[in-house]
Antibody
Framework: EVQLVETGGGLVQPGRSLKLSCVASGFTFNNYWMSWTRQAPGKGLEWVASITNSGGSTYYPDSVKGRFTISRDNAQNTLYLQMNSLRSEDTATYYC???????????WGQGVMVTVSS | DVVLTQTPPTLSATIGQSVSISCRSSQSLLHSNGNTYLHWLLQRPGQSPQLLIYLVSRLESGVPNRFSGSGSGTDFTLKISGVEAEDLGVYYCVQGTHAPYTFGAGTKLELK
């Protein structure tokens, strides 16, 4: 059974940093791209970052480019999202997703809440 | 960025009724490789989204065949043939043809 378990969320002040982790199990982690997608409270979904299966390439929308960094440790079956210079508009539930590429997010974690507030 | 417009925003249905949700794109979603990267997700209340349909019309494994997808270019439709109680929630379309990936605003399916 595929499982994706996110940790690392919480309350953080604007301008500070936070790192999310996602431990994957139930599939061969290094065979798949992985992504992060977020959902602001009561709002829709927004893609945040993607990484190739090897970790050699990463992709971001303009809203987080230069502030967020996605990475992975294939030996530990773990995906990360380093979030710097956080803003109030980054407040959301962040989901770790398995990515079959081109927007096919076939498994989602339970999500982790990040609140950016002073 | 590609804008996906979903209609209606809210849909009220009775159990057993057939319903359709529209997703219209601001640009053609036909990729130069011949694929159309338009997919559908369902987010049940209090749950994470789940993939229902990918590449316009391909049913994800384990998804009931009362769900079907159709369309091309800029106009796409998700149809539920006989709504069941477990189908209630918010439906999202998502495109992966053009960077960045973008989602529609969602269609909430409620019981009438």
């Amino acid at each position: 059974e595929v499982q994706l378990v996110e940790t690392g969320g919480g309350l953080v002040q604007p301008g500070r940093s936070l790192k999310l982790s996602c431990v994957a199990s139930g599939f061969t982690f290094n065979n798949y791209w992985m992504s992060w997608t977020r959902q602001a409270p009561g709002k829709g979904l927004e893609w945040v970052a993607s990484i190739t299966n090897s970790g050699g390439s990463t992709y971001y929308p303009d809203s987080v480019k230069g502030r967020f960094t996605i990475s992975r440790d294939n030996a530990q079956n773990t995906l990360y999202l380093q979030m710097n210079s956080l803003r109030s508009e980054d407040t959301a539930t962040y989901y770790c997703t398995r990515d079959r590429r081109r927007g096919v997010f076939d498994y989602w974690g339970q999500g982790v809440m990040v609140t950016v507030s002073s | 960025d590609v804008v996906l417009t979903q209609t209606p925003p809210t849909l009220s249905a009775t159990i057993g009724q057939s319903v359709s949700i529209s997703c219209r794109s601001s640009q053609s979603l036909l990729h130069s490789n011949g694929n159309t990267y338009l997919h559908w997700l369902l987010q049940r209340p209090g749950q994470s989204p789940q993939l229902l349909i990918y590449l316009v019309s391909r049913l994800e494994s384990g998804v009931p065949n009362r769900f079907s997808g159709s369309g091309s270019g800029t106009d796409f439709t998700l149809k539920i043939s006989g709504v069941e109680a477990e189908d209630l929630g918010v439906y999202y379309c998502v495109q992966g043809t053009h960077a960045p990936y973008t989602f529609g605003a969602g269609t909430k399916l409620e019981l009438k």
